[in-house]
């Protein structure tokens, strides 16, 4: 599909070492916080066109949960966690027991979970990104955004006068009670922030 970027063998390759390390730190946290065992198979990282992203979304007018979390430091940006509204459902009740739930009408408790289930999606690459570079790097707290797909994408453009051109998309393929889910997070930093961080990386 256009509006991937094409990256040369090394980038590539820096990219799945964030992928298995951003992995195997999700792993582990996500089982305790599910209580149960849930697998995550070995994430599709790309670096994508940011003004393809709506094409890239398979229905933009279905609504979706989105986690935001803003980096600060070294490294600038938005982290997206984004999935679908089967997947929230899911998660919520795997976690409060099965109910009938709008995702528009959430309590406090049910809101929490979510979020830190983004927290904890987000955290992991950002760790990996992290460990890998040898930055430090701030976090916000989560924000919690219900809406379509399209509408949540535009979020980061309130934020920023400028975003970077390209984008890093992290695909996570979830499987959890014998149902799998795509969890798709995005990074969208302040320009020229991904070409500084795969500068750094190759050192």
Known sequence: MDGYVQLDEISMDILKEIGNVGTGNAVTSLSRMMEQPIELDLPSLKVVKYYKMHELLEQPEELQTGILIEVTGQLKGIFLFMLSEAFTKTVINTI???????????????????????????????????QLMDMDMDVSVPELCIDMGGAILSVPLSRFLRVSDDILMIDNLFHLGGESFLGRILFIPEPDSLDMMLRSLRE
């Open 96 to 130: 409060l027991g099965e109910e009938e739930r709008n995702l528009t009408s959430l309590d406090d408790m049910e809101c929490s979970l979510i979020s830190e289930l983004g927290n904890i999606m987000c955290g992991s690459y950002i760790r990996a990104l992290s």
